[in-house]
């Protein structure tokens, strides 16, 4: 495929969660090669029929596919159609075109990819150290890289410190209030879950409000979400507080003869994304974001695995 003409040099695949990582990579390539990054050509492809459009992309149009890596990548409605594309076009001409980015501890990566295909090492490599294999991989199957010019490189800063003040304008009472709705609307797609669970198996989820915390119930721990807020204006300090307790708390005027202790803990600070659409970020070092939609899936398996008491 070396001869073939490309519409793209790198195309990136990735969950909802690794979009902030997606766009600190393609920022360090995209004024050296052609890249796609759904963030930025969502305008192109939404005009279309989105499944044939991103079949073309990942099966035919860029030059190498690039995929931020976890469990549970190709199960989303994109990924899904990205990993078939993708499967589809090894089947035909092998997985040469194909770089896997491992995001788990331990890494991963999917069982149909041949062994002796080489993933890349973030840990190892950092950002720039990726950006330079993937810049390596377009030129052995046949692509150019532009030399980043002093405007070019110029032009990368003036993004970054454009994005650095939109998102400390979005840390005001705009942030504020958009984290407020996201908390009230997080109710809803929790409840979904959890009518979910109830309709699969005999597990009994449901939600309940308690002291102004949100609790996931039905194996015995409990989930409580709370929305945590230190100055009525500024996000700064403010964090989705998420933690497994050993059993459900008391209610109002109801006794507690044993005050629950705290099995594990999660905070998720709520800020705007590189796509300019607000998100949730979890705190630890993964730095993950979320839409309230996958917050609530994501939480909702973390009780699965972890809310039944030993």
């Given at each position: 495929?070396?001869s073939?003409?490309f519409?793209?040099?790198?195309?990136?695949?990735f969950?909802?969660q690794?979009?902030?990582?997606?766009m600190?990579?393609?920022?360090?390539l995209?004024?050296?090669?052609?890249?796609?990054i759904?963030?930025?050509q969502?305008k192109e492809?939404a005009?279309?029929?989105?499944?044939?459009?991103?079949?073309?992309?990942?099966?035919?149009?860029?030059?190498?596919v690039?995929v931020?890596y976890?469990?549970?990548w190709?199960?989303?409605?994109?990924?899904?159609i990205?990993?078939?594309?993708?499967?589809n076009?090894?089947?035909e001409?092998?997985y040469?075109?194909?770089?896997?980015?491992?995001?788990?501890?331990p890494?991963t990566v999917?069982?149909?990819?041949?062994?002796?295909?080489?993933?890349?090492?973030?840990?190892?490599?950092?950002?720039?150290?990726?950006?330079?294999?993937?810049e390596?991989r377009?030129?052995?199957?046949?692509?150019?890289?532009?030399?980043?010019?002093?405007e070019?490189?110029?032009?990368?800063?003036?993004?970054?410190?454009?994005?650095?003040?939109?998102?400390?304008?979005?840390?005001w009472?705009?942030?504020?209030?958009?984290?407020?709705i996201?908390?009230?609307?997080?109710k809803?797609?929790?409840?979904?879950?959890?009518a979910?669970?109830?309709?699969?198996?005999?597990i009994d989820?449901?939600v309940?409000?308690?002291?102004?915390?949100?609790?996931?119930i039905g194996?015995?721990?409990?989930?409580?979400?709370?929305w945590?807020?230190?100055?009525?204006?500024?996000?700064r300090?403010?964090?989705l507080?998420?933690r497994?307790?050993?059993?459900?708390?008391?209610?109002?005027?109801?006794?507690e003869?044993?005050?629950?202790?705290?099995v594990?803990?999660?905070r998720?600070?709520?800020?705007?994304?590189?796509?300019?659409?607000?998100?949730w970020?979890?705190g630890?070092?993964?730095?993950r974001?979320?839409?309230?939609?996958?917050?609530?899936?994501y939480?909702?398996?973390f009780?699965?695995?972890n809310?039944?008491?030993?």
């Amino acid at each position: 495929m070396n001869s073939q003409e490309f519409k793209y040099d790198v195309a990136f695949s990735f969950l909802q969660q690794d979009e902030p990582l997606a766009m600190e990579l393609n920022d360090r390539l995209q004024d050296r090669v052609k890249t796609f990054i759904y963030s930025e050509q969502q305008k192109e492809i939404a005009g279309k029929d989105g499944e044939e459009g991103f079949n073309k992309v990942f099966g035919e149009e860029a030059r190498i596919v690039v995929v931020l890596y976890r469990a549970g990548w190709g199960e989303s409605r994109w990924t899904r159609i990205e990993q078939t594309a993708i499967r589809n076009r090894g089947h035909e001409h092998g997985y040469r075109f194909a770089k896997f980015i491992p995001l788990d501890e331990p890494p991963t990566v999917p069982k149909w990819l041949p062994a002796t295909q080489i993933w890349i090492g973030l840990k190892r490599h950092g950002l720039d150290g990726a950006a330079a294999v993937i810049e390596a991989r377009v030129q052995d199957v046949g692509g150019t890289i532009h030399e980043e010019t002093i405007e070019e490189r110029a032009k990368r800063l003036e993004r970054n410190i454009q994005f650095r003040d939109r998102r400390e304008k979005f840390q005001w009472d705009q942030g504020v209030q958009a984290a407020r709705i996201e908390v009230e609307k997080l109710k809803q797609p929790l409840e979904s879950k959890a009518a979910t669970v109830k309709k699969s198996s005999s597990i009994d989820l449901n939600v309940i409000q308690n002291w102004g915390t949100m609790y996931l119930i039905g194996l015995g721990r409990a989930l409580g979400v709370h929305w945590k807020l230190e100055a009525s204006n500024h996000l700064r300090g403010a964090f989705l507080d998420v933690r497994l307790f050993s059993h459900q708390p008391a209610g109002p005027g109801q006794l507690e003869f044993e005050k629950p202790h705290v099995v594990q803990s999660m905070r998720f600070t709520f800020d705007l994304l590189p796509s300019d659409v607000g998100g949730w970020i979890s705190g630890d070092a993964q730095k993950r974001t979320f839409s309230t939609e996958t917050l609530a899936d994501y939480l909702t398996k973390f009780y699965l695995d972890n809310g039944r008491k030993d």
